[in-house]
C-alpha cells in the first residue's frame, strides 16, 4: 500500500524539521551555546545541574534515557554513584611501571574478588601525580548510556566515580587537605561511603564500606573503624554526603562536616563546585 500524498507531504515536513534540527544543534555546539549538565547516576535515578557552577535548579528523572528525552542536543558529565563503583589504588612499584601494567593488574584484582564477570566491566585507570589507581563500573549498563545519549544528540563529556567530582572544592575549602602528612575524606552515598586517604596531596588509599543503615550512628561506627585500622592522620577526617534519613551533627571531635549529610543540599555543592 502506498502513502497518501498528504502523508508523503507530511513525512517530508517531519524529515525536513528534523534535518533543521540536527543543524541548528550542531551550529549552537560549535558557538559554545548549548547547554550543558553535570549528571549524577545514582541507585533512586538520576539528579542533574547545570555545568556553570551554579547548585540550584537541580532535575531528578527515573534513569538517564528519560534524562537524555528532556535535555536533546545537550553536554553531560556523568558522575556514577559508588555503589556502581569498584576503586583500587596500587603500589608505587607497579604505579612507576605504566597505565598498561595498572590495568592488567585491577583486571586481575577485580576478577579475583568479584569473579569472573569482572573482566567484562568498564575500567579505567586514572593518576594523581605519582599515585595510579582504577576504577571499574558495574551494575550499568554502558553501552545502553551510550545509545540512549545517542538518541537524544545528548554528547557525553566524560564519566568518572562521584568521589572525584568535588576534590577540587574540598580542596580550596579545607586546604590542609592538600598539606604535608595524612588527611581523609569520607563520602557517604545514602548506604555506601568511600574512605579517601590522601599524602602529601595525593591520594594514597581508597576504600568502600557499607552502612548498616543510612544514619549518622552508622557513619560514626565505620569511621572510627577506618581511623582505627588505618596509621594516624594529621588532623580530623572531613566528611561528605548526603541521604542520611536520621540527620544528627558528627561529632566535632571526631570529624569535620563538609556540608548537612540529612539532605541534598551537598549534594550539589559537591557535584557542580569548582
Not at 44 to 58: C, L
Not at 183 to 191: D, N, S, T, Y
Request: hydrophobic letters at 45%; glycine letters at 10%.
Amino acid at each position: 500500500m502506498s502513502r497518501w500524498p498528504t502523508d508523503r507531504a507530511a513525512l517530508r515536513l517531519a524529515r525536513s524539521r528534523d534535518v533543521r534540527t540536527r543543524v541548528t544543534r550542531a551550529w549552537s555546539r560549535a558557538r559554545g551555546r548549548l547547554p550543558s549538565h553535570v549528571v549524577y547516576l545514582r541507585p533512586q535515578g538520576v539528579v542533574s545541574w547545570p555545568a556553570d557552577g551554579e547548585a540550584a535548579g537541580s532535575g531528578r528523572f527515573d534513569d538517564f534515557a528519560a534524562w537524555c528525552a528532556a535535555h536533546p542536543g545537550a553536554d553531560a558529565r556523568l558522575h556514577v554513584s559508588g555503589h556502581a563503583i569498584h576503586n583500587l589504588v596500587v603500589d608505587a612499584d607497579l604505579s612507576a611501571a605504566g597505565a598498561d601494567a595498572v590495568r592488567r593488574y585491577a583486571q586481575q584484582q577485580f576478577t579475583h574478588y568479584h569473579g569472573p564477570q569482572a573482566a567484562r566491566w568498564p575500567l579505567a585507570v586514572w593518576a594523581d601525580g605519582p599515585s595510579r589507581g582504577a576504577s571499574a563500573l558495574h551494575g550499568v549498563d554502558l553501552p545502553g548510556l551510550r545509545a540512549a545519549a545517542a538518541d537524544h544528540e545528548v554528547r557525553l563529556l566524560g564519566l568518572a566515580p562521584a568521589w572525584s567530582a568535588g576534590l577540587a572544592s574540598l580542596s580550596l575549602r579545607h586546604p590542609e587537605f592538600i598539606e604535608a602528612g595524612r588527611h581523609a575524606l569520607l563520602l557517604v552515598e545514602g548506604g555506601i561511603a568511600t574512605w579517601i586517604v590522601v599524602e602529601g596531596g595525593r591520594i594514597a588509599a581508597l576504600r568502600q564500606r557499607w552502612l548498616d543503615s543510612p544514619c549518622v550512628e552508622a557513619v560514626v561506627r565505620v569511621l572510627g573503624e577506618l581511623l582505627r585500622e588505618g596509621p594516624a592522620l594529621a588532623g580530623h577526617p572531613v566528611v561528605a554526603g548526603w541521604d542520611i534519613t536520621e540527620g544528627a551533627a558528627l561529632p566535632p571531635e571526631l570529624a569535620t562536616s563538609f556540608g548537612p549529610l540529612d539532605g541534598t543540599g551537598a549534594m550539589a555543592e559537591w557535584m557542580c563546585r569548582r
